[in-house]
């Protein structure tokens, strides 16, 4: 069973910068697709952007183009998410998650179904 736990999550003000991390455990980190979601109040759960074991192939959630980025330090079992020019829009729960799969379609990226395995999340709070 994987765990996840992400940190970094608190309160910001808008046109900051967010990183938070997400700490993988397991000796097969390296080989899992992770992605970031978030989710507000009352709205379904958002795709962010997601990231291959090798962290050769990123995929970014198109209203998000531009200001975020995902990377991992897979000697740290750890996976990064950074979103710059933060607003009011962007408070949520962020939520990490795992597959050992590939999707065969583009847009299985976004689906939460397609993830095993979550951390319990981290909530971000941005004021204006």
């Known amino acids: 069973q994987v765990q996840l736990v992400e940190s970094g999550g608190g309160l910001m003000q808008a046109g900051e910068s967010l990183g938070l991390s997400c700490v993988g455990s397991?000796?097969?980190?390296?080989?899992?697709?992770v992605a970031w979601f978030r989710q507000a109040p009352a709205k379904e759960r958002e795709f962010v952007a997601a990231?291959?074991?090798?962290?050769?192939?990123?995929v970014i959630g198109d209203s998000k183009k531009g200001r975020v980025s995902i990377s991992r330090d897979n000697s740290r079992n750890t996976v990064f998410l950074q979103m710059s020019n933060l607003t009011a829009g962007d408070t949520a729960v962020y939520y990490c998650?795992?597959?050992?799969?590939?999707?065969?379609?583009?847009?299985?990226?976004?689906?939460?179904?397609?993830?095993?395995?979550w951390g319990q999340g981290t909530q971000v709070t941005v004021s204006s």
């Open positions: 998650c795992a597959s050992p799969f590939l999707p065969f379609r583009p847009s299985e990226y976004e689906k939460p179904s397609f993830y095993q395995h």
């Open positions: 990231l291959s074991g090798t962290g050769s192939h990123s």
């Open positions: 397991g000796s097969t980190f390296s080989t899992l697709l």
